[in-house]
């Protein structure tokens, strides 16, 4: 973990959504790496994009040679709905930047990773409290909406 989010911890996310491709690119050894382009129905905000938006996920350079064989192995299909973990960081602009850590074909009616990591042992809080939500060293305690 950088010095600089040594308060927010680690955060994660997990985007469960339409992978259109898996990209690499490798300039020399030290700059190597790729993406994975998500598709998502068009919000209507940026008059500029006609279409489905496109969200990218940058993932290791490792990675895109594992999702090729699973693609020749005929374990997966592209494009096709796909449940990513991934790391949350600041990335340029101050904007939030997403790296893959682990990709599957989502299977409907399974719980996700985020469903997991919120209720580690499946079942609902007893105490009648809010649920509690760690991000890294911080715990947020949601409190319940009217």
Known sequence: MSDHNTFLGNMQTTVVGNVICITKYEIDANSKGGSIWVSKPNTGRNPNIIGDELIKIRIPFEMFE?????????????????????????????????????????????????????????????????????????????RPTA
Do not use: H, W
């Not at 997966?76 to 600041?90: H, K, Y």
């Not at 904007?95 to 599957?104: D, E, F, M």
């Open 66 to 142: 594992q999702q090729r064989q699973k693609l020749e192995a005929k374990e997966i299909t592209l494009p096709g709905v796909f449940e990513i973990l991934a790391d949350i960081d600041m990335g340029g602009q101050n904007k939030a930047a997403l790296t893959a850590l682990s990709i599957k074909p989502y299977k409907p009616g399974l719980p996700t990773a985020d469903d997991l990591a919120a209720k580690p042992n499946g079942d609902k809080p007893t105490d009648g409290k809010p649920p509690a939500t760690t991000t890294g060293n911080q715990t947020v305690t949601q």
